[in-house]
RNA sequence: GCGCCCAUGGCUCAGCUGGAUAGAGCGUCGGACUACGAAUCCGGAUGUCGCAGGUUCGAAUCCUGCUGGGCGCGCCA
């Protein structure tokens, strides 16, 4: 609808220009919003105050002129006022409305859906937490946030891989290592101390313990270094299978799971490294391989080759990101903890100095979770085993409340998450407020069966019924789903879908308390089980995205 | 010290990229079930949009400077 006020007023402005009536040399982006107040209709566009600056005339004088040259051929409009310093308001006819619902039950489970992406090839990448233990309550989120985004990504058009990026080569993994073979020679009957920096969680002591009912005390005997490899392979393979097991059951796939030690496989960071020099990106000094970030902007260089010979993260972070780009992925997005952020102008400058633009890579940070129990934080740290894990908050709130939860924040803020509120408040959670006018809907729609009723299917005529201001609120919010749809994905604002949601599912039950939907009317009834069932319809499809279930009964 | 993010009713947060009288939820006060489901609805109260300037027809939104909070500034990952 919105599209169709701007094509209209692209004509009457292109029509103005041809008649000399304005002379500034480019025309303006035309703007168009949904109003606030129904006073000012249902659309208003500030064009007549925009051109006002460049023509040197007064806005009112201008809107007057727009409003004279439009000519509304689809007959669309019941009037244009214009208002205050120079709105133009637009307010469309009520039939016109009602028409909009005929899309929604033409496209049923692919209305809102687009395809301005084009089938272009996205990565998001997300997660990528190390395998040092089991997903947390703050890896949630962002598990929430990538995966909604990849969801809305698909329903625009993308071609979408999800990818999870295992950071598996560093000291942390050998430390992992390390830390089971403490537990193991500890419960092994050996009295032991455990250093600084081992993970200590529960999770350790279970896979000392099926290290040891598979294999005894061989270990025991073994030269330690070969022992700590071989543990840090177990634990880390044994530790991501319990995170894809945990991300599943949170109802998050990946397509793809990249191991950061293929980069170091084939020499894959030496060669980019190789190149980067070439180009005459990296420079020596002594031992040490220096980037020039600097060159894009970043506040100083970075080593990418330590003194002794080893490559940082940063290196094979360059590398990774290369590969992501030859694997033919248009447009890359990372989805990372905020406490990243002093890295992002970093990876910027090494994609740069591979010849990509800054467009093709976006990342989306998502701030920490503040975890609290009754209102007092909770100190979290996977060394120490303190934590909450994914798993526990599945099992304890459920997997739509935490999904939905997690959505009702935009990303970069801080988002409290109370464990005692979110369990005991389960029946107010805000997603119970969706899903129960989902449910509601299909109640509805149960009753009309046995009575029945049948919704119109093309139904013009029948539809003329629905002329209440609440129902063509009602409508104005279902059609608005493809503009809320296009708007989220443009901004990888996924939090504005629970938003959205919250307002429809308050119309509909508004209305509900209000308006009879089925009565002795036969006609008024069929008439409004076409709206409500095009409410359920858009309901579904948006929580689908969200990842959250869409009950029939609750 | 430098950099990034944040500051909006009592609390938690939106505010569609500069629009008209700043909105929700929770909480609070008062109402509505012989009713298609009360996990709902209706109504009331609550604001110097951190402070001070600036930009312009117009600022919660953009710029500058303060104040207060979070995070980051490794040849860790």
Sequence with gaps: MKNRIVAILEKALAACR?????????????????????????????????????????????????SEAIADTEGILERIEIAGPGFMNFSIRTEVWVKELTAVHAQRERYGMMDFGRGKKVQVEFVSANPTGPLHIGHARGAVVGDVLANLLTAAGYAVSREYYINDAGNQMRNLGRSLWYRYREQ??????????CYRGDYMKDLAARVIAADGGAWLASEEEAVITAFTDYAAGAILEGIKQDLQA?????DCYF?????????RVGRLLAELQEKGFVYREGETLWFKT?????????????????????????????????????????VWGADHHGYIPRLYAGIQALDRSPEDLKIVLVQLVNLLRDGKPVAMSTRSGEFVTLREVVDEVGRDAARYNFMMRRSDSHLDFDLELAKKQSNENPVYYVQYAHARICSILRMAQERGYRAPTDGEAALRRLKLSEEIDLIK???????????SVKALEPHRLTFYLNDLA?????????????SEDQAMSEARLYLVESVRIVLQNALKLLGVSTPERM
């Design 188 to 197: 092994m009957g050996q009295s032991v101390e455990f250093p600084d920096g």
């Design 294 to 334: 600097t060159a894009f902007g970043d506040d100083k260089d970075r080593v990418v080759v330590r003194q002794n010979g080893e490559p940082t993260y940063f290196a094979a972070d360059i590398a990774y990101h290369a590969n992501k780009y030859q694997r033919g992925f248009d447009r890359v997005i990372d």
């Design 250 to 254: 949170f109802g998050v796939i990946f």
């Design 18 to 66: 041809r008649q000399g009536l304005l002379t500034a040399a480019e025309a303006p982006v035309i703007e168009v919003e949904l109003t606030k107040d129904p006073a000012h209709g249902d659309y208003a566009t500030n064009l007549a105050m925009i051109l006002a600056s460049r023509e040197k005339k007064n806005p009112r004088l201008l809107a007057g002129m727009l």
């Design 477 to 487: 919010a279902v059609t608005r789903f493809p503009e809320v749809m296009e708007g």
């Design 506 to 518: 308050a119309l509909l039950h508004s209305y509900y308390n209000k308006n009879k939907v089925l």
């Design 259 to 267: 191991s950061e030690r293929d980069l170091y496989r084939d020499n």
